[in-house]
């Protein structure tokens, strides 16, 4: 099956702690986003990447960090400088950037304790 | 800012249609709208878009009026796997930098 995968589904962190969460896809797209979503709220971008070894900061970047180096992986760093990280993320892919019809993964809602 | 405007609830009776208005006065020309919904604690799944003319697909019908001001999503015979979250999105260009507003879109409830 072709898809969007994001692993845990759910993860708890102490505060200060840098945690890492994993998003891979096997629909050989280019582009791939990390969201984040507050309770009752819409969806935020974090960061995006258009091609592998390239990554743009979305709106709410500050706290956080990703890498690019295969084209089916997209790793989010939340880093302890990110002052509320409690909430869910989602990944998501895209044949191109150009495209807007975007793939999501289940998502992985953090805790931080 | 969100660049569209949804009602916050609507409710719907199993097997009845359901009409989920959207407007978007300010879209461009070349913006194409997007739906897409959430069932609860699950990652948006991506329904119908459409420019100018209406659209079909094996999910729903996505009309758009002629002044491309608003649009209303159909959902022909909703069952209760429905209920969800619909978002209504048009994208923002900004040099290359594009993105989709999300804004809170619409709470469905389809009822038995």
């Known amino acids: 099956d072709g898809g969007i995968t994001q692993s845990p589904k759910y993860l708890f962190r102490k505060e200060g702690q840098n945690v890492t969460l994993s998003c891979e896809q096997n629909?050989?797209?280019?582009?791939m986003y990390w969201y984040r979503q507050d309770p009752g709220q819409g969806l935020r971008l974090i960061y995006y990447?258009?091609?592998?070894?390239?990554?743009q900061k979305g709106d709410i970047a500050e706290g956080y960090s990703v890498s690019r180096e295969k084209k089916e992986s997209f790793p989010l760093t939340v880093t302890s400088a990110q002052k509320n990280p409690t909430a869910f993320y989602l990944c998501?892919?895209?044949?191109?950037?150009?495209?807007?019809?975007?793939?999501f993964g289940p998502g992985t809602r953090l805790t931080v304790l | 800012d969100a660049k569209t405007t949804q009602p916050t609830s609507m409710d719907c009776a199993e097997g009845r249609a359901a009409n989920l208005p959207c407007n978007h006065s300010?879209?461009?020309?070349?913006?194409?709208v997007y739906w897409y919904r959430q069932i609860h604690s699950q990652g948006p799944q991506y329904i119908i878009h459409?420019?100018?003319?209406?659209e079909t697909n094996e999910m729903a019908s996505l009309i758009i009026t002629e002044d491309r001001k608003s649009s209303t999503l159909i959902l022909p015979h909703a069952t209760l796997r429905d209920t969800a979250v619909y978002y209504c999105?048009?994208?923002?260009?900004?040099?290359?930098?594009?993105?989709?507003?999300w804004g809170l879109g619409t709470s469905l409830a389809v009822n038995p």
């Open positions: 300010t879209i461009s020309g070349n913006e194409y």
């Open positions: 998501a892919s895209s044949i191109t950037s150009g495209s807007d019809t975007q793939y």
């Open positions: 629909l050989n797209h280019d582009a």
């Open positions: 999105i048009v994208r923002v260009s900004a040099g290359n930098n594009r993105k989709l507003i």
């Open positions: 990447s258009q091609i592998v070894n390239d990554f």
């Open positions: 459409g420019l100018k003319n209406n």
